[in-house]
């Protein structure tokens, strides 16, 4: 992993999942890739860690990224980040 290969991508949609309680999938755009609109990132719950709290056990969990492009390798996704949005409508002349 090479730091400056990271960037931002849009999330406009959740997509549905055949597993609700413990996968969703969230449809992006990514501005490296314009004009595409096929490209997801699917999140599945995973156990993480098991840990000890004072006489039981319990687990740690966590989610498993990747973005799905057709045609292309998946990648992992390593976090994710809110940021603050007010709607605009853009200029008619635009």
Request: hydrophobic residues 40%; contains cysteine; glycine residues 4%.
């Amino acid at each position: 992993m090479r730091v400056w290969e990271n960037h931002q991508v849009v999330a406009y949609a959740v997509a549905e999942s055949s597993k609700p309680d413990t996968a969703f999938a969230l449809r992006i755009y990514d501005p490296n890739l314009p004009n595409r609109d096929d490209i997801t990132i699917s999140c599945e719950r995973v156990r993480v860690a098991r840990v000890r709290v004072l006489f039981w056990r319990r687990n740690v969990y966590g989610l498993r990224c990747v973005q799905h492009v057709p045609g292309q390798a998946d990648r992992k996704v390593r976090g994710f980040f809110l940021m603050r949005h007010a709607r605009r409508t853009p200029p008619a002349d635009l």
